[in-house]
T-cell receptor, first 112, second 109 residues
Framework: DSGVTQTPKHLITATGQRVTLRCSPR?????VYWYQQSLDQGLQFLIQYYNGEERAKGNILERFSAQQFPDLHSELNLSSLELGDSALYFCASNGEMDLEQYFGPGTRLTVT | SQQGEEDPQALSIQEGENATMNCSYKTSINNLQWYRQNSGRGLVHLILIRSNEREKHSGRLRVTLDTSKKSSSLLITASRAADTASYFCAATKNDKIIFGKGTRLHILP
């Protein structure tokens, strides 16, 4: 158990809809990272937040957005969903002195 | 484009044999990490090697880094059934970390 939690575990929704994925980092970790893992694209870094502020941006679509709240939990919002958004979404966290990341169990999103 | 590219894409070996996976990356890095992922689960950090290191050991894991060739290798010695998983390298430069597509390792009984 990494100490990172993600909800929900599974999500099935229709094209055009909007969903919110939630992540709680390990206690004390200030950084949260979001990743998308699909079969054809592998693990893609989406975005990183540090103590409430956006720190780094990867291959995140404009239809996707994220935020980190004062209690350090983070949410990833996916809108106007397309079939190709079906994937596993992971969040990870680490502390200021950590180089390695601790991954949550993931949310499996299926868009039908 | 991907910073890290693992090779081979898939590998099947007999239990007890050694498994070697390679990773190449494109630009300079601060460090390179290896992660393991069991099917459908989150990634677990295995080992990190900094750009000024050439080799690192952790238990049955041995990682090498050749910055001149922009490549790294992960060796798992005396493989076990529990080592069956996907293995990813992740190249880190400043605040950005980019994962490769992974090597699927299958240990045969």
């Amino acid at each position: 158990d990494s100490g990172v939690t993600q909800t929900p575990k599974h999500l099935i929704t229709a094209t055009g809809q909007r969903v919110t994925l939630r992540c709680s980092p390990r206690s004390g970790d200030l950084s949260v990272y979001w990743y998308q893992q699909s079969l054809d694209q592998g693990l893609q870094f989406l975005i990183q937040y540090y103590n409430g502020e956006e720190r780094a941006k990867g291959n995140i679509l404009e239809r996707f957005s994220a935020q980190q709240f004062p209690d350090l939990h983070s949410e990833l919002n996916l809108s106007s969903l397309e079939l190709g958004d079906s994937a596993l979404y992971f969040c990870a966290s680490n502390g200021e002195m950590d180089l390695e990341q601790y991954f949550g169990p993931g949310t499996r999103l299926t868009v039908t | 484009s991907q910073q890290g590219e693992e090779d081979p894409q898939a590998l099947s070996i007999q239990e007890g044999e050694n498994a070697t996976m390679n990773c190449s990356y494109k630009t300079s890095i601060n460090n390179l990490q290896w992660y393991r992922q069991n099917s459908g689960r989150g990634l677990v950090h295995l080992i990190l090697i900094r750009s000024n290191e050439r080799e690192k050991h952790s238990g049955r894991l041995r990682v090498t880094l050749d910055t001149s060739k922009k490549s790294s290798s992960l060796l798992i010695t005396a493989s076990r059934a529990a080592d069956t998983a996907s293995y990813f390298c992740a190249a880190t430069k400043n605040d950005k970390i980019i994962f490769g597509k992974g090597t699927r390792l299958h240990i045969l009984p």
